[in-house]
């Protein structure tokens, strides 16, 4: 006892590599395992999906930890993800090929007022999914679809909207 605080206070009780390879699998496993199962839970997050989250981190709490609660622990464990993050987005923004094997590629689900539903299916989006973002970017589904020219689902999950331009009456009868 050292004012009152356990010895294993400041101590880690398993190694220091182990505290380094332990957070660093977890981060790698749900950097990828987020990856596959799709873009759609980052700007989405609907109730399930932050149940699913938070059960997620509770899960693997301890296996990033181990039998180890102790403060140099926590931080050393803690500075291992923030520098494997630190490293993914340096890797991403110096390399393309990384950045579209971590982020993906975005995906066109209007393209000229059509809608393609093999593109929402591998999404995992519903019609009425895509329709409920038209509307927050205030379009009618139903009466203005054949004004767009794309909806891409980025690959942060949120989507974007870009409208058919009309040319001014000068230049359309040119």
């Not at 977890?26 to 938070?54: C, E, H, N």
């Not at 090929?97 to 993906?104: N, S, W």
């Amino acid at each position: 006892m050292l004012f009152g605080f356990s010895t294993d206070f400041l101590a880690p009780t398993i190694s220091i590599l182990e505290k380094i390879v332990r957070p660093l699998v977890v981060y790698l496993f749900l950097l990828f395992a987020f990856r596959i199962f799709g873009k759609r839970q980052f700007a989405q997050l609907t109730p399930f999906d932050l149940i699913v989250l938070l059960t997620i981190s509770n899960v693997v709490q301890n296996a990033m930890i181990g039998n180890d609660s102790s403060l140099l622990g926590g931080i050393v464990g803690a500075t291992t993800i923030l520098v494997a993050n630190f490293m993914v987005a340096y890797l991403t923004y110096h390399y393309p090929r990384i950045d579209r094997i971590i982020e993906g590629q975005p995906v066109i689900l209007v393209q000229d007022g059509k809608i393609i539903e093999e593109n929402l299916r591998r999404e995992l989006l519903t019609q009425q999914d895509l329709f409920n973002a038209l509307r927050r970017s205030e379009i009618d589904p139903e009466t203005q679809l054949d004004t767009l020219k794309m909806v891409e689902l980025d690959t942060d999950g949120q989507i974007t909207v870009i409208r058919k331009t009309r040319l001014p009456r000068k230049l359309q009868s040119q």
